[in-house]
């Protein structure tokens, strides 16, 4: 599986030489040229995605496990595992903050599409693909050494 990007994405950085069309084209042309560490790089914003749908994953994977957690719980113990530890104390106090007006649960998945009559179904969905899609990009990162990307 390969996620496909679009052309138009990189054209400030690239040019036509660099036709990058999966993911793990685009980090091992940055890998080769030497700048998957430079701020422009491709490979840092990837990286920032991961952070992002590994947060989704987790939230999503909490809520499903315990009916009785708010989702405020949720989006702390997300936030914890996987963005805190990539944020300055301020950023992760105001994020604390913040979670005080997480919406109910209900409204929560209701405002993500979810059909309550299907959560379960939904929510057990989310761990197959996502889970799937995150664990091989942190692989794919892990094994090339990106996971420290400033």
Not at 52 to 68: H, T
């Amino acid at each position: 599986m390969a996620i496909v990007f679009a052309s138009c994405a990189h054209t400030t950085h690239t040019d036509a030489r660099h036709d990058t069309h999966t993911y793990t084209q685009m980090v091992e042309r940055e890998m080769a040229e030497k700048t998957e560490r430079t701020p422009a790089s491709g490979s840092r914003t990837l990286l920032r995605l991961m952070w992002g749908c590994q947060f989704i994953r987790i939230l999503l994977k909490e809520l499903d496990a315990n009916d009785n957690l708010s989702t405020k719980d949720a989006l702390r113990i997300s936030y914890d595992k996987v963005l805190a530890p990539h944020h300055p104390w301020l950023i992760r106090k105001t994020v604390g903050a913040a979670l005080h007006l997480a919406p109910d649960r209900n409204k929560f998945l209701a405002k993500l599409g979810v059909d309550m009559d299907k959560k379960d179904e939904y929510l057990s969905r989310i761990e197959t693909s996502l889970g799937v899609t995150c664990d091989r990009m942190y692989a794919y990162y892990e094994k090339n050494g990106l996971l420290d990307l400033p």
